[in-house]
């Protein structure tokens, strides 16, 4: 099992980390800065020349709380799905890697 998390935020570089085991919950409430809720249709993420199988996070009441547009991963997430009108805001946690480590989420 290998996979890894990266942290998209609304500004500066993106972060991976490399991880070996299930992500706790509460690295993904920290990397979106509240409660977690999937983005539908962020199913893949590209990383060093791969395309991987993915599962990304944003904060659930971020549009609620004001927080601002993630240029980056809704460009990433219109890639995914042409004809979506929506964006996401603050930071963005997507967790990919093999099939055995989707899994454990």
Request: net charge negative; charged share 15%; aromatic share 12%.
């Amino acid at each position: 099992m290998k996979g890894y998390v990266a942290t998209i935020p609304v500004s500066g570089p993106i972060t991976v980390v490399e991880c070996n085991g299930p992500v706790p919950l509460d690295i993904l409430q920290r990397g979106v800065g509240g409660y977690i809720e999937v983005v539908p249709f962020f199913d893949k993420f590209s990383y060093e020349g791969t395309t991987y199988p993915a599962v990304a996070f944003c904060d659930e009441e971020g549009k609620l709380m004001g927080k601002p547009i993630n240029t980056q991963a809704t460009h990433n997430w219109w890639d995914l799905v042409p004809v979506m009108n929506d964006v996401l805001v603050g930071n963005v946690v997507v967790v990919f890697g093999d099939k055995a480590f989707l899994a454990a989420l």
